[in-house]
Every structure is written in structure tokens, then in C-alpha cells.
């Protein structure tokens, strides 16, 4: 059977629905898997009975580096959309680093030149660790090396530490490989200035992307003022003051402080400066980048805003162009899926809540935020808890985008419906293995009040997930003990096609270890669900032909 010949098979169905269950990944049936652990017999009950297959959602797979990069949301909605592998964002940093290219970049020769005319500092903002999601510690250094190579007497980093795209309390292994480069540097020109000026936990400050604003106010004290609630003499002391206070505090949680030297902020940021978001993920930066750009901003007193040159890593809103300056410029999607089926008069929602909204959104469209047509692309957002932890809320918002899911569904108004729902996720990142299995149970509870109305409409139901998560919520570390895993899975994702008349008459393609079925695959299935021909331009669909 040709594709065309299986894509009559779905011409005349009612909409098609596409579930992201984000971080829910297919790992070993232990006691470190909380999908393994929960009650789930719906999703059980469709894998069993219906196409079902397995996605890679890491590494090459998806365009990353390294074999050993994790997938992420970002990467896995863009990819999703795409319907091909992409070079992402890291990838397109290193090897640019790698070819020299980077440090030809425009916008850094004028960073660089602003310190040099005005002999002020460069400042570096961002998430460090190596986890390769938002951030890697690589491209920080070479910016410190590039400083120093330019004859920057001050160059002060804002570190915001992780413990949830890497181990649990790893902030150590980071900060120190820039203490000791600082140390390196020092050593060739003792009147340099090269040194940690803040920090703290990525959840606590300045990474935040759910308007919670009084998370970028604190970062913004810390960071531009050197005001804080606590002050310390090196970033060790301060990480370390804190897990003397809690043993079991992931880095990511710790509070934020400022370094002080004779009872002074190391490094405020002021007029003159520059200034770099390191982060190459847009998602938890454009919140701090409208406090530094803005003149209009009602969040909170900001005080005196210091006039300084900003540039991102990446540009992290398209539709506004912001920041206008950036280092590298952003993977864009020119033909994406969203945009393709509107363009044959087909009609969709994307919908989630506030922490996802990017992703089925701005990430699935591969750059634009957006609809290219209101009247035929509905939007739908729900406003995600405003919680310290997820793990104390781990139904979130499932319920409500379920209902609102009915809605759309049974109006007959829509071809196709794409939902996030990001509790497998949310929830495996605050580390909490019971938390996590109530999280996906309550999915599992969604699963079973979508299914009765897709069989009403005569639509079909797709799943699939863009990462694991929950899959693996304990891991051994350095020592050879157990911890608590807040970050991503190599595991790979379920793909299973919920489809009331399936009698049999398809089967999905097999998947395994050295098969290469990942996201890029998901986009031409999803046309033929629809009863169209993939376009020639983007990978194979996952059907068996």
C-alpha cells in the first residue's frame, strides 16, 4: 500500500487530536520509573490494542551534538513541527565555536569594543552547567577566553545553578571549572578582575517563564544592584551555606546572593557595561530581557535601569525581535507544520497551559508566536498554579485543558487539535518519585474522558511525548548511591494512534535499539491521519507501507 492509497483510509474522519504528554518516557519497569509504578489503564489499554511504536527524542536524533544530549521541549516541539532533523541551537554554537565563526560575530566585536572604549566590564548571565538545554558551560568560557584574549580587565559571571537539566548538586563541578580558568587567566595577568558577581537557583531567580515577576526581581537586585537577602565571599560559600542549612536542597532551589569583596557587591551591572545572556533557550530568558530592554515595564520598580549594551546568545522572541542584538542567530522552521496545513484551509487549536504555552506554540511553529490566521488558528492558553513546587500540585492544569478539549472537539469547528500536557514533565523535575506517579495518573484519568468523545466525533487520537522525564526519577551518582533525578531521560517516547475503526488494516513501523524512528517522523503520519499526502520535503511517516 502506497502512502496516497493509505491516506484515503482517513479521508471523511472527524479531527484529528495530537497529545504531547511532555517527559513521559518508555524506561526500564523498576522502581525508578513512576509511569511504571502508576495506575495508568487507559494509556496501558491503548498501547496494547492499537499502533503502537517508540521514538528516539535525543542527540543526533533530533539534531543535538553530542549521543549523550538529552532532548528537551524546545527541541522536541520544533523537530515535531518540523518533520525534519534540524541543526539546533547548540549544535549551530559549537560548531561555529569550533570554526572561529562565533567570535567574528558583530554584535560580540561590539560588546567587546564597548568594554574596551568605556573600560568597563562584560558581564555573563546565564544558566551554568552542561546539560545542553538551555545553556553549556563551553560557551561561556570561550566568551571569558575571548575577553581575555581582548584585553577586558573585568569580566564578572551571574551563574544561575542547575541541578535539574544535570545532577541534583553538580553546581560545584561548574563553578569551579571557572574559578580555576579565572585562576589560569589571573596568573598570566595579575591585574585582572575575573570573578563570580551573583548567583542562584535557576527556580528561585531570573529563569522564570510563567510571569511569576517577583522571581526577576530578585534576580534583578542580585544581578544589577548586588542586593540580596544574602551575601557571601565566594559562590562556594554561598552553595555550601545553604546545603549545610539543607542537606537535601537541589541546586536549583537554592536561594539567590550576591559576592561581596570588602563588604561590597563584586560586580553590579551598570551604565556602560555589557552584557550577555548565555542562554540559548528563549523560553526562561525573554522575562529578564524585557526588564533590561523595556522603558515602559509595570512589573516591579526596577530602580535606576543602568544603559548598557545586551545581547542574547540567541534571539529569543521573533515577533518582537528581541533582544535585537544577539551572538547567534536562531534555527527558524520555513515550512512548518502548523503553517502547511493552513495553507490547505485546514483548521486547528493549540492548546495548554502557561508553562507549555511556548512550546505548542512558538517552537511547534518553528519561530513565529502568533496565528498566521485568527480565524482559522485558535490559541487557547490556561493559567498554569502559582506554586513554589509542582509536586505539591501534580494534577496542574489537565483537567481544565481536558475540558476545554471536549469543547473544541464537539464544535466541529477544527481538523486538528494539538495539547500539551506537561505534568509528566513539571512534576519529574522537582524530583519527587510519588508526586510524579500522581501526576501521570491524573493524565491517565484525562486519557479516559477524551477517548468516549473522539469516538463520538469519528476522530482519531495521536500520542506522543517529546522527551522522557518521569520515566527515570532515580539515578546513581558520582558514588555509586541513589538520588533523586530531576532532569530529562535518553529513554525513548510512545507513539500510539488511537483510532475507534481501526480493524487492523495499518501497522506502525518496529522500533528498537540502532532503528532510527524519532520525532522528525511524527509530522508526514500526521498529514496521512488527515487524509493527505506528506509533502516530498520532510522524513518518512512512521507507517508500515
Not at 563541578?173 to 589560569?184: I, K, P, V, W
Not at 541546586?251 to 570588602?262: A, E, M, N, W, Y
Request: hydrophobic share 35%; charged share 25%.
Amino acid at each position: 500500500m502506497n502512502p496516497l492509497q493509505l491516506a484515503d483510509q482517513f479521508r471523511d474522519r472527524g479531527p484529528l487530536l495530537h497529545l504531547v504528554l511532555d517527559g513521559w518516557g518508555v524506561g526500564p519497569p523498576d522502581d525508578t520509573n513512576a509511569l511504571h509504578k502508576a495506575s495508568l489503564p487507559i494509556f496501558k489499554r491503548i498501547t496494547e490494542q492499537y499502533p503502537y511504536t517508540q521514538l528516539w527524542t535525543h542527540g543526533s536524533y533530533v539534531g543535538l551534538p553530542g549521543d549523550k544530549d538529552l532532548g528537551g521541549s524546545e527541541v522536541g516541539h520544533m523537530t515535531l513541527g518540523a518533520g525534519i532533523v534540524m541543526e539546533q541551537g547548540p549544535s549551530l554554537i559549537k560548531r561555529m565555536i569550533d570554526s572561529g565563526e562565533f567570535f567574528e560575530s558583530p554584535v560580540l566585536q561590539k560588546l567587546t569594543n564597548n568594554c574596551l572604549q568605556n573600560d568597563t566590564p562584560l558581564h555573563l548571565l546565564g544558566l551554568l552547567s552542561d546539560g545542553n538545554v538551555h545553556s553549556h558551560i563551553d560557551h561561556s568560557i570561550a566568551l571569558i577566553k575571548h575577553a581575555f584574549k581582548h584585553g577586558l580587565r573585568r569580566c564578572y559571571v551571574h551563574a544561575l545553578l542547575d541541578g535539574r537539566d544535570v545532577s541534583i548538586q553538580s553546581a560545584l563541578d561548574y563553578t569551579e571549572q571557572l574559578e580555576s580558568l579565572f585562576h589560569q587567566l589571573k596568573s598570566q595577568r595579575p591585574e585582572i578582575d575575573y570573578a563570580f558577581a551573583s548567583a542562584g537557583g535557576r527556580e528561585k531567580i531570573t529563569m522564570d517563564r510563567d510571569q511569576n515577576w517577583s522571581k526577576i526581581e530578585l534576580g534583578w537586585n542580585l544581578h544589577v544592584h548586588g542586593k540580596g537577602e544574602h551575601q557571601f565571599t565566594s559562590v562556594r560559600e554561598g552553595i555550601e551555606y545553604f546545603r549545610q542549612q539543607s542537606p537535601d536542597i537541589i541546586d536549583q532551589d537554592l536561594p539567590g546572593f550576591s559576592i561581596v569583596r570588602d563588604g561590597k557587591p563584586v560586580g553590579p551591572i551598570q551604565d556602560h557595561h555589557s552584557l550577555i545572556f548565555t542562554n540559548f533557550r528563549a523560553d526562561r530568558a525573554i522575562e529578564f530581557t524585557h526588564a533590561i530592554l523595556d522603558d515602559s515595564f509595570p512589573h516591579f520598580d526596577r530602580g535606576l535601569r543602568p544603559q548598557i549594551y545586551y545581547a542574547g546568545m540567541m534571539t529569543y522572541d521573533q515577533d518582537l525581535y528581541l533582544p535585537p542584538d544577539y551572538l547567534v542567530g536562531t534555527p527558524k522552521v520555513e515550512n512548518p507544520f502548523g503553517k502547511r496545513i493552513l495553507e490547505k484551509g485546514l483548521r486547528q487549536f493549540r492548546l495548554t497551559e502557561t508553562q507549555k504555552f511556548a512550546h505548542v506554540t512558538f517552537f511547534f511553529n518553528g519561530g513565529y508566536r502568533e496565528p498566521l490566521d485568527p480565524k482559522k488558528e485558535i490559541y487557547h492558553l490556561i493559567n498554569s498554579d502559582k506554586v513554589d513546587s509542582f509536586a505539591n500540585a501534580p494534577a496542574m492544569k489537565a483537567r481544565e485543558i481536558t475540558d476545554q478539549a471536549i469543547q473544541f472537539l464537539r464544535s466541529g469547528e477544527f481538523d486538528y487539535g494539538l495539547i500539551n500536557y506537561a505534568n509528566a514533565d513539571m512534576v519529574g523535575h522537582c524530583g519527587k518519585i510519588e508526586a510524579a506517579i500522581k501526576a501521570v495518573e491524573e493524565v491517565d484519568r484525562q486519557l479516559g474522558r477524551l477517548l468516549p468523545v473522539i469516538d463520538e466525533v469519528n476522530g482519531i487520537l495521536v500520542i506522543t511525548a517529546d522527551h522522557g522525564n518521569a520515566d527515570e526519577m532515580l539515578v546513581k551518582n558520582k558514588q555509586g548511591s541513589w538520588e533523586s533525578s530531576t532532569k530529562h531521560s535518553l529513554n525513548p517516547v510512545p507513539f500510539v494512534i488511537y483510532d475507534p475503526k481501526y480493524k487492523q488494516q495499518y501497522q506502525l513501523q518496529a522500533h528498537g535499539p540502532g532503528i532510527n524512528l524519532n520525532l522528525s517522523h511524527v509530522a508526514a503520519t500526521l498529514f496521512m491521519l488527515m487524509g493527505e499526502t506528506p509533502p516530498n520535503d520532510i522524513n518518512d511517516s512512521l507507517f508500515r507501507l
